[in-house]
């Protein structure tokens, strides 16, 4: 098994920064994409920025131009780097992960539990 562990969330006023961390433990052999959701109160989960093995970036237009995205293999790490925070960017951010548990398989698909990020105005 797997599992995705969120840090770095809390309350930051407005303009304020944020680095959120993940660590994935357990049964590893290798990740492929890593990314960062995000769900706000009564919205669908929503794609805030990615990054695949070989370091390309997405984000989200919301997003551009204030976070950034990277990740640690060694440490089966992805961490997301918010700057000029906005009450918008108040909500639930995810990890997810593609990983390989075992050489030549299929990849899973897993989720962090979420750590709440509140941006107060």
């Known amino acids: 098994q797997v599992q995705l562990v969120e840090s770095g969330g809390g309350l930051v006023q407005a303009g304020g920064s944020l680095r959120l961390s993940c660590a994935a433990s357990?049964?590893?052999?290798?990740?492929?994409?890593m990314g960062w959701y995000r769900q706000a109160p009564g919205k669908q989960r929503e794609l805030v920025a990615a990054i695949t093995s070989g370091g390309s970036t997405a984000y989200a237009d919301s997003v551009k131009g204030r976070g950034t995205i990277s990740r640690d293999d060694a440490k089966n790490s992805v961490y997301l780097q918010m700057n000029s925070l906005k009450p918008e960017d108040t909500a639930v951010y995810y990890c997810n992960a593609d990983i390989f548990p075992f050489p030549g398989g299929l990849t899973v698909d897993y989720w962090g539990q979420g750590t709440q990020v509140t941006v107060s105005s």
């Open positions: 357990g049964s590893i052999f290798s990740i492929n994409a």
